[in-house]
């Protein structure tokens, strides 16, 4: 049986948030866009079609938290959800929090200007904020 791992990009662009009850969280380590990926912890998932019903609607429930959690911790004017997945291949879905004249506004964020990390402090304080509002079903 294989196991859940997960696509080095990912891990190499991310750093790690919470594990909820289908997905690893994962904020994008691009300051100028607080952003979460989601990515289920199933192996070897491509499509949102290979998840089964019942684990398509606790996806569904899980961006619902992260939208939640992104918009009580950080200023949203608009949420970017989606699952293109034409680089990195692995499931994962992108909830971006948007805010007008930010980097990209009005276009997506994907391949817009140069990449600019977190500091240390700041993504240590975002991910703290964020992992608090983001728990697993009890």
């Given at each position: 049986m294989k196991t859940f791992s997960l696509d080095?990009?990912?891990?190499?662009?991310?750093?790690?948030?919470?594990?909820?009850?289908?997905?690893?969280?994962?904020?994008?380590?691009?300051?100028?866009?607080?952003?979460?990926?989601?990515?289920p912890a199933l192996p070897d998932l491509e499509e949102i079609d290979q998840l089964d019903l019942d684990q398509r609607m606790q996806l569904l429930?899980?961006?619902?938290?992260?939208?939640?959690?992104?918009?009580?911790?950080?200023?949203?004017d608009k949420l970017n959800v989606g699952a293109l997945g034409n680089i990195v291949r692995q499931l994962h879905v992108h909830?971006?929090?948007?805010?007008?004249?930010?980097?990209?506004?009005?276009?997506?964020?994907?391949?817009?200007g140069t990449s600019r990390p977190y500091d240390r402090e700041r993504a240590s304080a975002l991910v703290r904020a964020l992992s608090g509002m983001l728990k697993p079903s009890p």
């Open positions: 080095t990009r990912l891990e190499q662009d991310t750093l790690p948030v919470a594990d909820l009850d289908l997905c690893s969280v994962r904020l994008m380590n691009d300051a100028r866009f607080p952003w979460l990926i989601l990515v429930k899980e961006i619902g938290q992260c939208s939640h959690a992104l918009r009580a911790c950080v200023q949203v909830v971006v929090a948007r805010t007008q004249g930010d980097d990209a506004w009005p276009g997506p964020v994907w391949g817009s």
